[in-house]
């Protein structure tokens, strides 16, 4: 039976991802896009416009997959550094992933794949490590986004007690090339390059390859074992470190380093800077939590059942880099 992948969020950083792999394997392949995106292309591409939080506009992404083996990945969601959780976030990342799964069920996909956080994972004390956890609550994590996606989380594990095969995957903080969404930490590095960013902050988080994550989506979907979640991290990396690998395959300027508490106090500041500048500021009070939060993740789960092996920054950072150049070359100004 010929193999379809149903992809959500295929206009964003991730999503887009993994369409141009199926694509590069030529897997038939349909993809969600908001109306008005940009639809990724591809010989074995369709894309169908449509929003999460509206069940029907999401109809024509399932209908006639009849005779196929269908996979759903759901990439879609909100991403937002802030603190609270917004309606509009609530909307999208838990209705949304709602109303996928009720889809999934009406039209007896063959597996969901859902695309949640490592953020969704209650945090340890600053030496322990963290690995999957079998049950999620918004109370037990910090910030918005967090909260958004153990819900999600919660609900797809949820549907699995009742009857639905999915498997869940947790990516830690994702980077590299192919980014037409906003990513925030594909942000910070073409900031650098384009030499509008005004200063480092002390502190990191675990950065993983959106490429790495694309291609541990998909293999979830094929050898993940149904009811599973599986951690798809990297290792912990300073922000600096990432800057200074970014230096040295793009040149810059050397940026002072900023304690967290100081940044904390220079946010308002910073924050003023990329409003002048029209962008999404990147230090807020929850980023700044984030890069001083516990990010011992372990994927050895994932690098048991699934083959996961990430790859190192520096090639992450290499290609990124390459790309920004290229976008900033074919971009019209």
Known sequence: M???????????????????QLEKDGVLTRGLVLPGEA???GDHVT????????KDS?????????????YVIHTAGIVDISEHVSPTMYDVNVNGTKNIIDLCRE????RLVYVSSVHAIPEKKSLEVMREVTRFSPDWVVGGYAKTKAEATQAVLDAVAQGLDAVVVHPSGILGPYDN??????????????????????GGYDFVDVRDVALGC????????????????????????????AKSVSGGRKLPV?????????????????KVRKQRPLYTKYSLYTLSSNDRFSHDKATSDLGYRPRDLYQTIRDTVSWIRKRKVTTPT
Request: charged fraction near 20%; proline fraction near 4%; aromatic fraction near 8%.
């Open 47 to 54: 894309c169908v416009e449509g929003d999460v939080r509206k």
């Open 107 to 110: 039209y007896q996909v063959k």
């Open 218 to 245: 998909l293999t979830a979907a094929e050898k993940g074992k149904t009811g599973e979640c599986y951690i798809l991290s990297n290792r912990h990396y300073d922000v600096k470190d990432v800057l200074r690998i």
């Open 258 to 274: 900023l304690p967290i508490w100081m940044a904390k106090g220079a946010a308002p500041l910073l924050g003023f800077i990329a």
């Open 58 to 70: 999401l109809r024509p992404l399932f209908e006639g997959i009849q005779g196929y083996e269908t």
């Open 39 to 41: 639809a990724p292309q």
């Open 181 to 202: 969404a906003g990513n925030h930490l594909v942000q910070m590095v073409r900031d650098y390059v384009n030499g509008k960013l005004p200063a480092c902050v002390k």
């Open 2 to 20: 010929q193999k379809l992948f149903l992809v959500t969020g295929a206009a964003g950083h991730l999503g887009g991802t993994i369409v141009r």
